[in-house]
């Protein structure tokens, strides 16, 4: 898993705006790739399944927003 990060500076360096957010993302990404066998299986359990997200709202409340 560290190798990735290493290969791919232009995604995953400090230099890079998201590179920190990228690092997380792809570490979330590969637990949940693990299923039962991640030592945070049960955090992920417990994340909601219906993200809300602002593409999701009525436009009534992105106008009161």
Do not use: A
Not at 14 to 26: F, S
Not at 43 to 60: A, G, R, S, Y
């Amino acid at each position: 898993m560290r190798r990735v990060f290493f290969e791919h500076p232009e995604l995953f360096g400090k230099h890079i705006g998201d590179g920190e957010d990228n690092v997380l993302n792809t570490f979330i990404l590969f637990e949940l790739g693990k299923g039962e066998r991640s030592f945070w299986k049960p955090m992920f359990d417990v994340w909601p399944k219906d993200t809300d997200i602002l593409f999701n709202w009525e436009q009534e409340d992105l106008e009161w927003l």
